[in-house]
């Protein structure tokens, strides 16, 4: 990240939202340490909604076991480090303890750049070498251990089985390839005379429009090599990214398919567009089950692995995973150590993983998980993305903050202006590579 760029977000910070909630003493269990007096955790948590109520929940159960402990809960996006908050709390010395971020990337991006504290992996119950082999790279920067995964998430194909059966075809015979998953989306368009009932497949919709290096990912592409240190954004996978992105946009005018996005609905409520049927597949993480529990109960689907290119990361996945920090400047490091362990334990986690279908860090876990003991299809088909050799975390970068909200508005460029997308890699390389150099 630039230094101007930094220096703006400091300013950014102090303006920005975020929402604060006090949560009262509860009270020592497995996972508490009796070495540190007890007094106020401040923690930043990157959740809201049902997530939300879900880390209230959990706050509570340590501050039962912990009494001498009253959690200061900060609910800000990404944990404050997109919006620039965290980055203005250590400036003004006035960091929190400990955060918790759901953009790993972004979150590697802030460590990398000198913010944060590596943890003392004696002071914590989690080894690095018994996490899945794709969730470790995120966690090291220059040997020292930065970040730690609280659990993670896989990200599948969501299939509406009516939908599919009224277009003539069969969710348990899903698209293996991109070009099956095209095929398929345009049996499953619904557009006539430039107005739009129903599209198939939006691919920068959900998961596939929020984190800007996941389908660049499974076409193969490497955005950041960290073994050479060399940026890579004009490679014929990343052109061919946008390419096919452009392909779904041309389908009809860029004004209407602003109109059509537009009035869609967030992730957790009933107005999302799969849960209206104004979208017959989409790409999204685990914990979309939860929300058509939730805001769809009666509606009727499928999961599978999502198809990639001849040359790309078939079977594989990006981990969303939800990751601990210690910034900079944090006062109570003894207090936070005390949080981090006691989340770690069996019982949180379990919960954890019955609502979300989140996945453990490592692969032994998940023969304790109720879904895997259910013999659910769904949580088989997780568990076998966690494993993939072609599963990990992409563009580990100090700049990946920065060049993903580039490659979105690049997108956008692309697809409702339909721009060539490689005068605009090139663009991006050029910068960010003057930039990795300084």
Same mark, same amino acid.
């Given at each position: ?5 930094? @220096? ?80 203005? @709390? ?200 939860? @929300? ?147």
């Amino acid at each position: 990240m630039t230094k101007k760029k930094w @220096a703006m977000l400091k300013l950014v910070g102090l303006l920005a939202g975020v929402v604060a909630l006090p949560v009262l003493v509860g009270g020592c269990s497995a996972g508490s340490s009796t070495a540190s007096k007890g007094g106020t955790l401040t923690y930043w948590s990157p959740y809201g909604g049902d997530s939300l109520k879900w880390d209230q929940w959990r706050i509570g159960q340590f501050q039962k076991a912990n009494p001498d402990v009253t959690v200061n809960l900060i609910a800000t996006p990404s944990g404050g480090i997109t919006n620039g908050k965290l980055l203005a @709390a250590i400036a003004g010395g006035d960091a929190p303890d400990i955060i918790i971020s759901d953009n790993a990337s972004a979150a590697y991006s802030f460590a990398a750049n000198g913010t944060a504290t590596p943890w003392d992996m004696s002071k914590v119950t989690l080894k690095i070498a018994d996490l899945l082999p794709g969730m470790q790279p995120v966690t090291q920067i220059n040997g020292k251990t930065y970040l730690l995964p609280q659990d993670s998430n896989v990200i599948m194909l969501y299939m509406n089985t009516k939908l599919f059966q009224e277009a003539g075809l069969d969710v348990n015979n899903p698209p293996k390839t991109i070009d099956d998953l095209d095929a398929m989306a345009a049996k499953l368009d619904s557009i006539s005379g430039g107005n739009i009932q129903r599209f198939g497949f939006i691919p920068w919709l959900d998961y596939g429009g929020d984190n800007a290096f996941y389908w660049p990912w499974m076409f193969g592409a490497t955005v950041y090599d960290t073994s050479s240190g060399k940026l890579d954004l004009t490679s014929p996978q990343m052109v061919s990214v946008y390419k096919w992105m452009n392909k779904y946009a041309q389908k009809t005018s860029p004004t209407t398919m602003k109109g059509f996005t537009s009035g869609f609905g967030a992730l957790f409520s009933p107005d999302h567009p799969f849960m209206t049927g104004k979208v017959a597949m989409t790409v999204v993480g685990n914990w979309f089950t939860n @929300a058509l529990r939730i805001y769809a109960p009666t509606i009727q689907y499928a999961v599978a692995k999502v198809p990639a290119p001849e040359g790309g990361r078939a079977g594989g996945t990006v981990f969303q995973s939800n990751v601990y920090l210690l910034p900079k400047g944090a006062k109570r490091l003894d207090l936070a150590y005390r949080f981090y362990n006691f989340c770690e334990t069996t019982p949180i986690l379990a919960n954890d993983f019955d609502i979300w279908r989140s996945i453990p860090t490592n692969d032994k876990q998940f023969d304790e998980v109720s879904w895997t003991k259910k013999g659910d299809p769904i949580y088989k088909i997780e568990r076998e993305l966690a494993n993939s050799p072609n599963s990990g975390t992409p563009a580990l970068t100090k700049v990946a903050a920065e060049l993903g909200d580039d490659l979105n508005a690049l997108r956008d460029d692309v697809i409702y202006n339909n721009r060539d997308p490689l005068p605009l890699l090139q663009s991006l390389q050029d910068k960010y590579t003057k930039e990795l150099a300084q």
